[in-house]
C-alpha cells in the first residue's frame, strides 16, 4: 500500500482570508452558531480527515479596536468547550485544541485534555503555544509578555508534568509549576491525548523534537519545507525517538474549483472584500512603518526608511511592489490575503498534484487545511480535492481506528 | 414573569463520588434529559473528588456541561469551577462560550470556601489564608462578571456591504487592576444569549452575605430548622435589596441531601417549607446513584405539583428565565 497523507480540518470561525466574513458564501455568524460547528465538524468526519484543529487566543486579535471591527476575529468560541461539544456529535474524528502554557497551569490543562479525550473516547489533542501576544499577556496580570526564552523554558516545564500527569504520575515540583497529586481521572483511552505543537524557532524545534507527537508549521516553498521536515526529523534521535513517531503537518490554504479560471475567480473575488483600513494596517505591520495611509492607495509604495527589525522582509515586500508594478492598495490585498501561508489555487487535479509533490517529496507528512471561507471552502475540499486523492490512493477512504493517535499511525504511550 | 406560588427546584450531583462503576456519558445524558422532562430548572454538577480516592469519573465538569447541552434543550447546565483551577480570563470566557453552545442555559457555581490540598495542585503548595481567599474570591468574581458585560446586546453588526463586523462602540475593556489579578479584557466571546452566565454561589459563611446580595443569582443555602432557615431567608434578601437590588434578583436556594436511603417523608418537608416561604426553591443534592433520583421524579415530584409547588413545563428557552431572573433574553 501507498503510503496515506494525514489530514487537519483547521477551523476557523469565517475562515481563514481575513474578508471571509464579508463572502455572500461564508457563514457570517459562525462566531455564535454551534450548530454551523457542528455542520463543519460532520462534512469534515465524512471526508475522513484525522483532524479538526482549532486555533485560540485568550484576547483580541487585534490592538486596533477600528481595525478589529472591520474583522469577524474578536468573537468566537472558546475552543474546549466547542471540541467538547463536537466530541458528542461525532464518533471518528479528532479534536485538536490550542491551549497556552504561559496562562495556564498544568495540572488543569491536563485535567481539561483528559476529560475530552474522555468525552471524545480517544480523540483529543492538545496544540501547545506559549502565546507572543501582548493584548494577552495584559488579561493575566501586570507584567506583560514575558521574553521569548522565559516563555519556552516555562512551555518545557509545563509539557513535561502535562505528560507525567497523563502516564498516572504523580507530582511536580519544577521552576515554574508544582503539583502534588495525580490526576483524579482514569487514564486516557488512547494512552495519552496527542500532543502538537508549531513553534519554528531553534528553542521551539527543540521543544517539538523532544515531546511533540504532530508539527503544524508555515512554509511558503518546498525548499523552506523540505528543510524544516529535515531538521526537525534530524533533532528527534537526540531525545531517543523515531522521526517516524513525528507527523509534520504543513498549513495549506486552497482556493479550489471546477476549473483554474473559477477558482482563480473566487480568489480575486476574496481578495476584493478585504477592507482597505485592514489591509494597509497589515502592510504597515509587515514594513514597521505606521504613516502609509498618508499616501495615495493607488499610488507607488513611497520611499522607506530602513527598518531595524525587520530588514529582509521590508526589502522582499519593496522588492515585490517595484517587480510587479502594484500599487499600495494591491500590495496590502496581496499581503493580507495570504498572511505566510501556502496558497493553491486551481482544480483538484492542480491540488493534488502539489500535496503529492511535498508528500512524497518528504517534505511533509501531511497537511493541515485552511479553507479560505466556511462552509464553502471546506465543502469544496471535502467533495473535490479527498476524492482526487483518495484515487490516487494517498488518503484514506475509511478510518481504520477508533481514536486520534490510530488515524496518525502513533504509538499508544507507555 | 409568573413566579407566584411555584418554587424552582435544581438537583446537584458530584460525578466524582460514584462508587463501583462511574457514571458514563450515557448515564449522565439520561439524567440530564430526565430532570429536563420533569420540569427541573438545572442540574449543577461538581467533578472534586475527595482526596485519595482511586479516580472514579472520567470527566472534568465543564466539559462534560459543554457534551450535555447538545443533547438536552432546555435545562440550565450549571458547572462547578474553581478559583484555584482557572484564570478569572480563562473561566469566564469558558462559560461564555458554554452559554453560547447551550444557548442560553449556562451557569457556573462558585465555591467559596477553598477546598483543600487543591491550591497544592496549582503551583500554591500552601494554598491561601482563609483572609486572603476571600478577598481573592470577592475580586474574581467580579472579573468573571465584568468581562460578561464587555459587549453590548447590539455589538455585533453583521454588515458585509459597510464592511463593519461589529460596532467598535459596543466593546468595552474592563481595565481592572486590584490586589489579586490584572484583566484589561474584553472577552473574546460575543454577549450572553441570556445577557450572562447565571452565577450560582455555594459554601456561603456570615461573611460572604453581603457580597453575596451584591453579586449572585442563585445562593444555595444548607437546610437548617425551619425558623431559622426562615430567619436566614430575609436576613439575605434585606442585604439584596441594601444593595438596591430587587430582592428577587437573587433566588435563595435550600440544599436538601439526599441519602441512598430514599425519598420518604420528602414531599412532605419541601411543602412545608415552600409554604412558609423559608426560601424561594430547592437544591436536591443527588447521591452518586441516581437510582435515588429516580425516586425523587417518581414519588416526590408528582407530589409537589398537586399541591401546585412546581410548574409544568419550562416557561422560556434560558436558565435566566427559567428561574424568573432578568435579562432573560428571550421574553
Given at each position: 500500500?501507498?503510503?496515506?497523507?494525514k489530514?487537519?480540518?483547521?477551523?476557523?470561525?469565517?475562515?481563514?482570508?481575513?474578508?471571509?466574513?464579508?463572502?455572500?458564501?461564508?457563514?457570517?455568524?459562525?462566531?455564535?452558531?454551534?450548530?454551523?460547528?457542528?455542520?463543519?465538524?460532520?462534512?469534515?468526519?465524512?471526508?475522513?480527515?484525522?483532524?479538526?484543529?482549532?486555533?485560540?487566543?485568550?484576547?483580541?486579535?487585534?490592538?486596533?479596536?477600528?481595525?478589529?471591527?472591520?474583522?469577524?476575529?474578536?468573537?468566537?468560541?472558546?475552543?474546549?468547550?466547542?471540541?467538547?461539544?463536537?466530541?458528542v456529535?461525532?464518533?471518528?474524528?479528532?479534536?485538536v485544541?490550542?491551549a497556552?502554557?504561559?496562562?495556564?497551569?498544568?495540572?488543569?490543562?491536563?485535567?481539561?485534555?483528559?476529560?475530552?479525550?474522555?468525552?471524545?473516547?480517544?480523540?483529543?489533542?492538545?496544540?501547545?503555544?506559549?502565546?507572543?501576544?501582548?493584548?494577552?499577556?495584559?488579561?493575566?496580570?501586570?507584567?506583560?509578555?514575558?521574553?521569548?526564552?522565559?516563555?519556552?523554558?516555562?512551555?518545557?516545564?509545563f509539557?513535561?508534568?502535562?505528560?507525567?500527569?497523563?502516564?498516572?504520575?504523580?507530582?511536580?515540583?519544577?521552576?515554574?509549576?508544582?503539583?502534588r497529586?495525580?490526576?483524579?481521572?482514569?487514564?486516557?483511552?488512547?494512552?495519552?491525548?496527542?500532543?502538537?505543537?508549531?513553534?519554528?524557532?531553534?528553542?521551539?524545534?527543540?521543544?517539538?523534537?523532544?515531546?511533540?507527537?504532530?508539527?503544524?508549521?508555515?512554509?511558503?516553498?518546498?525548499?523552506?519545507?523540505?528543510?524544516?521536515?529535515?531538521?526537525?526529523?534530524?533533532?528527534?534521535?537526540?531525545?531517543?525517538?523515531e522521526?517516524?513517531?513525528?507527523?509534520?503537518?504543513?498549513?495549506?490554504?486552497?482556493?479550489?474549483?471546477?476549473?483554474?479560471?473559477?477558482?482563480?475567480?473566487?480568489?480575486?473575488?476574496?481578495?476584493?472584500?478585504?477592507?482597505?483600513?485592514?489591509?494597509?494596517?497589515?502592510?504597515?505591520?509587515?514594513?514597521?512603518?505606521?504613516?502609509?495611509?498618508?499616501?495615495?492607495?493607488d499610488?507607488?509604495?513611497?520611499?522607506?526608511p530602513?527598518?531595524?527589525?525587520?530588514?529582509?522582509?521590508?526589502?522582499?515586500?519593496?522588492?515585490?511592489?517595484?517587480?510587479?508594478?502594484?500599487?499600495?492598495?494591491?500590495?496590502?490585498?496581496?499581503?493580507?490575503?495570504?498572511?505566510?501561508?501556502?496558497?493553491?489555487?486551481?482544480?483538484?487535479?492542480?491540488?493534488?498534484?502539489?500535496?503529492?509533490?511535498?508528500?512524497?517529496?518528504?517534505?511533509?507528512?501531511?497537511?493541515?487545511?485552511?479553507?479560505?471561507?466556511?462552509?464553502?471552502?471546506l465543502?469544496?475540499?471535502?467533495t473535490?480535492?479527498?476524492?482526487?486523492?483518495?484515487?490516487?490512493?494517498?488518503?484514506?477512504?475509511?478510518?481504520?481506528?477508533?481514536?486520534?493517535?490510530?488515524?496518525?499511525?502513533?504509538?499508544?504511550?507507555? | 414573569?409568573?413566579?407566584?406560588?411555584?418554587?424552582?427546584?435544581?438537583?446537584?450531583?458530584?460525578?466524582?463520588?460514584?462508587?463501583?462503576?462511574?457514571?458514563?456519558?450515557?448515564?449522565?445524558?439520561?439524567?440530564a434529559?430526565?430532570?429536563?422532562a420533569?420540569?427541573?430548572?438545572?442540574?449543577?454538577?461538581?467533578?472534586?473528588?475527595?482526596?485519595?480516592?482511586a479516580?472514579?469519573?472520567p470527566?472534568?465538569?465543564?466539559t462534560?456541561?459543554?457534551?450535555?447541552?447538545?443533547?438536552?434543550?432546555?435545562?440550565?447546565?450549571?458547572?462547578?469551577?474553581?478559583?484555584?483551577?482557572?484564570?478569572?480570563?480563562?473561566l469566564?470566557?469558558?462559560?461564555?462560550?458554554l452559554?453560547?453552545?447551550?444557548?442560553?442555559?449556562?451557569?457556573?457555581?462558585?465555591t467559596?470556601?477553598?477546598?483543600?490540598?487543591?491550591?497544592?495542585?496549582?503551583?500554591?503548595?500552601?494554598?491561601?489564608?482563609?483572609?486572603?481567599?476571600?478577598?481573592?474570591s470577592?475580586?474574581?468574581?467580579?472579573?468573571?462578571?465584568g468581562?460578561?458585560?464587555?459587549?453590548?446586546?447590539?455589538?455585533?453588526?453583521?454588515?458585509?456591504?459597510?464592511?463593519?463586523?461589529?460596532?467598535?462602540?459596543?466593546?468595552?475593556?474592563?481595565?481592572?487592576?486590584?490586589?489579586?489579578?490584572?484583566?484589561?479584557?474584553?472577552?473574546?466571546?460575543?454577549?450572553?444569549?441570556?445577557?450572562?452566565?447565571?452565577?450560582?454561589?455555594?459554601?456561603?459563611?456570615?461573611?460572604?452575605?453581603?457580597?453575596?446580595?451584591?453579586?449572585?443569582?442563585?445562593?444555595?443555602?444548607?437546610?437548617?430548622?425551619?425558623?431559622?432557615?426562615?430567619?436566614?431567608?430575609g436576613?439575605?434578601?434585606?442585604?439584596?435589596s441594601?444593595?438596591?437590588?430587587?430582592?428577587?434578583?437573587?433566588?435563595?436556594?435550600?440544599?436538601?441531601?439526599?441519602?441512598?436511603?430514599?425519598?420518604?417523608?420528602?414531599?412532605?418537608?419541601?411543602?412545608e417549607?415552600?409554604?412558609?416561604?423559608?426560601?424561594?426553591?430547592?437544591?436536591?443534592?443527588?447521591?452518586?446513584?441516581?437510582?435515588?433520583?429516580?425516586?425523587?421524579?417518581?414519588?416526590?415530584?408528582?407530589?409537589?405539583?398537586?399541591?401546585?409547588?412546581?410548574?409544568?413545563?419550562?416557561?422560556?428557552?434560558?436558565?435566566?428565565?427559567?428561574?424568573?431572573?432578568?435579562?432573560?433574553?428571550?421574553?
Open positions: 500500500m501507498t503510503a496515506q497523507m489530514l487537519g480540518a483547521f477551523l476557523w470561525a469565517t475562515g481563514h482570508h481575513i474578508a471571509a466574513w464579508r463572502h455572500p458564501k461564508a457563514h457570517v455568524k459562525a462566531g455564535i452558531d454551534i450548530d454551523h460547528y457542528m455542520a463543519l465538524a460532520r462534512t469534515a468526519e465524512a471526508a475522513k480527515f484525522d483532524m479538526i484543529f482549532c486555533e485560540d487566543a485568550a484576547g483580541l486579535r487585534e490592538a486596533n479596536v477600528d481595525i478589529a471591527s472591520q474583522t469577524s476575529r474578536s468573537i468566537g468560541f472558546e475552543p474546549i468547550s466547542l471540541l467538547s461539544a463536537l466530541a456529535q461525532t464518533s471518528r474524528i479528532g479534536l485544541s490550542t497556552s502554557t504561559s496562562y495556564n497551569e498544568p495540572y488543569g490543562l491536563a485535567r481539561t485534555f483528559l476529560s475530552l479525550d474522555h468525552l471524545s473516547g480517544g480523540r483529543a489533542g492538545w496544540n501547545l503555544v506559549t502565546s507572543a501576544s501582548q493584548i494577552e499577556a495584559a488579561n493575566f496580570g501586570a507584567a506583560g509578555l514575558k521574553p521569548h526564552a522565559d516563555r519556552y523554558e516555562r512551555a518545557r516545564e509539557a513535561e508534568a502535562v505528560t507525567g500527569l497523563w502516564r498516572g504520575k504523580a507530582g511536580h515540583d519544577g521552576q515554574s509549576f508544582s503539583v497529586d495525580p490526576l483524579d481521572l482514569p487514564r486516557s483511552p488512547q494512552g495519552a491525548p496527542v500532543m502538537v505543537q508549531a513553534g519554528a524557532s531553534d528553542v521551539g524545534r527543540d521543544l517539538a523534537a523532544r515531546t511533540a507527537d504532530v508539527v503544524f508549521t508555515a512554509a511558503q516553498t518546498f525548499e523552506e519545507a523540505k528543510a524544516f521536515y529535515d531538521d526537525l526529523k534530524g533533532r528527534m534521535a537526540a531525545y531517543g525517538r522521526p517516524d513517531d513525528i507527523k509534520i503537518m504543513p498549513g495549506v490554504a486552497p482556493v479550489v474549483a471546477e476549473t483554474e479560471a473559477e477558482a482563480r475567480e473566487k480568489f480575486e473575488e476574496l481578495q476584493e472584500l478585504i477592507p482597505d483600513d485592514v489591509g494597509v494596517a497589515l502592510l504597515s505591520s509587515y514594513l514597521s512603518i505606521s504613516d502609509l495611509w498618508r499616501h495615495p492607495l499610488g507607488p509604495l513611497p520611499d522607506l530602513e527598518s531595524e527589525g525587520m530588514k529582509s522582509r521590508q526589502a522582499l515586500v519593496v522588492e515585490q511592489s517595484r517587480r510587479d508594478g502594484l500599487s499600495i492598495r494591491q500590495l496590502a490585498r496581496h499581503f493580507a490575503g495570504a498572511r505566510g501561508h501556502w496558497r493553491i489555487v486551481g482544480t483538484a487535479v492542480q491540488v493534488a498534484d502539489e500535496l503529492q509533490a511535498r508528500f512524497e517529496g518528504g517534505a511533509a507528512d501531511g497537511f493541515n487545511v485552511m479553507p479560505s471561507y466556511f462552509p464553502g471552502e465543502d469544496a475540499f471535502a473535490l480535492v479527498v476524492p482526487e486523492l483518495q484515487r490516487r490512493g494517498l488518503f484514506r477512504k475509511a478510518y481504520e481506528g477508533a481514536t486520534l493517535r490510530a488515524h496518525l499511525g502513533l504509538r499508544r504511550p507507555s | 414573569m409568573t413566579d407566584g406560588a411555584t418554587t424552582h427546584l435544581a438537583a446537584s450531583l458530584n460525578i466524582a463520588l460514584a462508587t463501583g462503576q462511574a457514571l458514563t456519558f450515557s448515564d449522565l445524558a439520561g439524567f434529559r430526565e430532570a429536563e420533569a420540569g427541573l430548572d438545572m442540574i449543577i454538577l461538581d467533578d472534586s473528588a475527595p482526596h485519595g480516592a479516580p472514579s469519573s470527566f472534568e465538569a465543564t462534560l456541561i459543554a457534551a450535555l447541552a447538545t443533547v438536552t434543550e432546555k435545562i440550565g447546565l450549571v458547572a462547578s469551577a474553581s478559583t484555584i483551577a482557572h484564570q478569572p480570563y480563562n469566564a470566557r469558558r462559560f461564555a462560550s452559554d453560547m453552545i447551550s444557548h442560553g442555559r449556562a451557569g457556573w457555581n462558585a467559596l470556601a477553598q477546598t483543600p490540598r487543591e491550591a497544592a495542585n496549582f503551583s500554591r503548595p500552601d494554598g491561601f489564608s482563609a483572609d486572603d481567599f476571600r478577598r481573592r470577592e475580586e474574581y468574581i467580579g472579573i468573571v462578571q468581562l460578561w458585560q464587555g459587549w453590548d446586546a447590539d455589538a455585533l453588526l453583521f454588515d458585509r456591504d459597510g464592511g463593519r463586523f461589529h460596532d467598535p462602540q459596543g466593546m468595552h475593556l474592563l481595565d481592572h487592576k486590584g490586589e489579586f489579578f490584572s484583566v484589561r479584557g474584553p472577552l473574546n466571546v460575543a454577549r450572553s444569549p441570556q445577557d450572562a452566565p447565571v452565577l450560582v454561589l455555594s459554601d456561603l459563611t456570615e461573611g460572604d452575605l453581603d457580597f453575596a446580595a451584591r453579586t449572585a443569582d442563585v445562593v444555595l443555602l444548607d437546610e437548617r430548622a425551619a425558623a431559622e432557615d426562615k430567619a436566614c431567608h436576613d439575605l434578601k434585606r442585604r439584596v441594601a444593595c438596591g437590588r430587587e430582592p428577587d434578583a437573587v433566588k435563595i436556594l435550600a440544599d436538601i441531601s439526599l441519602t441512598a436511603d430514599g425519598v420518604s417523608g420528602l414531599a412532605d418537608r419541601l411543602e417549607k415552600s409554604f412558609s416561604k423559608s426560601c424561594d426553591g430547592f437544591n436536591i443534592r443527588l447521591p452518586a446513584q441516581l437510582s435515588v433520583f429516580d425516586d425523587l421524579i417518581d414519588r416526590v415530584l408528582p407530589e409537589l405539583r398537586r399541591c401546585g409547588l412546581l410548574r409544568e413545563n419550562h416557561p422560556g428557552t434560558t436558565l435566566r428565565s427559567h428561574l424568573g431572573l432578568a435579562g432573560g433574553g428571550d421574553q
